[in-house]
């Protein structure tokens, strides 16, 4: 017996994709619920926790919207590399650039600005200016030296968190945080407009519209249209008169900025205030989210959604079942799996061959 | 007082580079045959968290050693039916690995945190451990530092003086020309990317059994990924592999020494230190003069069909 691959003659078509990945998720899900019950918990109460919380309640609805933003952000920031074929999994560290610079700016740089109209602008650019450099490090080191930009995306992840590490342990730590390695509150005229107390807040929206942005520029911009053909085949690309080795550093610097901005609107949003391990890894469940949505922009927002849904219901799962919220990475994983094998399904016709 | 900083400094790298040795041999074999599994991180998790229930439950080292290097392999497995058999992106499929490995083990270790098992203690190996100052740094170590010894040159004699060593370059080089010698391309990927898989599962069993014994979740702290890293760093080369492991091993305890003599880096900074010099060693080894002449295995990360010439 043997596999054999045909590749199939049509493209699949969107309704078929949109099934697949349903597909995908309700095999990651069956999965799952076997791994809940190899610790003796009822799968369908877990199940229940998890998405009843964030689904079934205001509070629960906007707390999933607040966990969607740095989603969202990390994704739109490594979507654009995915589209040409650049592993760019250094989400994870612009973001927290993109955090540092903000606190740098609002704690150090201009503390005594009062003028959140003039503020809150300066915060953003400079969130995304220290993104776009952790892109643009690997994108140089990827176009002109041919560095596998995996691996150097991955590194300077674990160099800019040992940074910030070293910020709030050590100089920036606040005077008022009893001893704990948190730096000093952001002044308030550069937090973002808060709606509510539930923590509904602008960053929420800007990453919505960076959404749409990221949208346009795929499809509508020559870059975008670049973008598919560079990364179906760099040399045709060439070819194609296209300065590839440009392009990718651009598009580093355009995820990592993006990137960067999530974590400039995390500390000005959210949490108002720089400390170690702020974030659960988003730039990794980015790579996952980005490729779920098949690395369409507006599909990327609701995926986010479903994403940030999930993390505010694994905390509901530890805080009354007493499961590991590590479980979601274990899920994440698992949709992975079946999200690869599905793709396989669609662009080819499988079949059994007896030898 | 600064003879005894150096020594433990010292050994201190070979303990901290053990794992990672492991890990790098087993990724530079799975490479060699053609197949880029980055999912070590994974893997090593996996292996850690088995090595250490499996002793705590049963008590019997031996018994966690060979359920952690037997998990690492499963899970290889996995990737290897998905970039072999199933041909799907290979740098996907071992971030899924990755992922897998840090839910399942956190997940299933949550109960043995903080927990104590069995774990492994040094062994003086008569003679040659009373050598002055060498005796002390190198052979007298646990078992499994032995074993990463002794796996080197194994490894390295395997690779290029054994007709299957000479068939597992050959699928990493030219899937095509290997399959008309008549070796299976299938076959053999499999087989070394399982095998890879028992070296990072041995390769987490160390940290969890020996280096630190105990159990926390994500306890390999990122070392699955120098490993992919050493192995560009290694050129695929075992006995390089073993210096960079333990080179490796050195930067990541010194920063111990540095406190005790205190040398006044900030701990967060010196743990940069391994992570920008892997940067720094990928800067000279992906240079177009060094890739000409110690180059990755042609085939790398390509999927091999028979039907699709590609």
Redesign the interface.
Known sequence: MKIHFEKREKKPSTLLIFLASLLSILIAIVFLGFIILSLGDNPLTAYWQLVSWGLGTVPGFIQSLVSMMPLLFTSLGVLIAFKMKLWNIGAEGQFQMGAFAATWGALYLFPHLGNPWLFIPLLMILGMAAGALWGFLPGVMRAYLGVNEILSTLMLNYVAIYWVNYLTYGPWKGAHSYNFPVTAEFPSAAIFPQYGTGGLNLGIFISIAVAFFVFYLVKYTKLGFNLGIAGDNLRVGEYAGINVKRMIVLVMVIGGAISGLGGMAEMSGVLFRLQPNFSPGYGYTAVIIAWLARLDPIATVIVSFFFGVLLVGSQQLQLFMQIPSSLVNAFNGILLFSLLASEILLHYRVRWVRL | MNQDIITSTLSGALRAGTPLLFATLGEILAERAGVLN?GLE?MMLMGAFTGFSVSYITGNLWLAVAAATLVGGLMAS?HAF?SI?????Q???G??????????????G?GFVGMQAESFSSIKIPFLGDIPYVGQIVFDRDILVYMGYIAVPVIWWFLYKTTAGMNLRAVGESPEAADARGINVVLTRYIYTVIGGFFSGLAGAYISLAYTPMWV?NMTA?RG?IA??LV?FAIWDPVLALIGAYAFGGISVLQFSFQIIQVPI?V??M??FP??F??FV??FA???KM?KRFGAPSALGVPY?R??KT
């Open positions: 980055l994974g996995l998905m058999t199933l041909r799907v992106n740098v996907v499929s971030l899924a690995l990755v992922f897998l490995g840090e839910g399942l083990s956190g997940f299933w949550h979740q990122g990924w992919v890293a560009i900030p967060n900074i743990n940069m992570y920008l892997t940067i990928m800067l992906s240079s177009n890739k069909s039907e699709e």
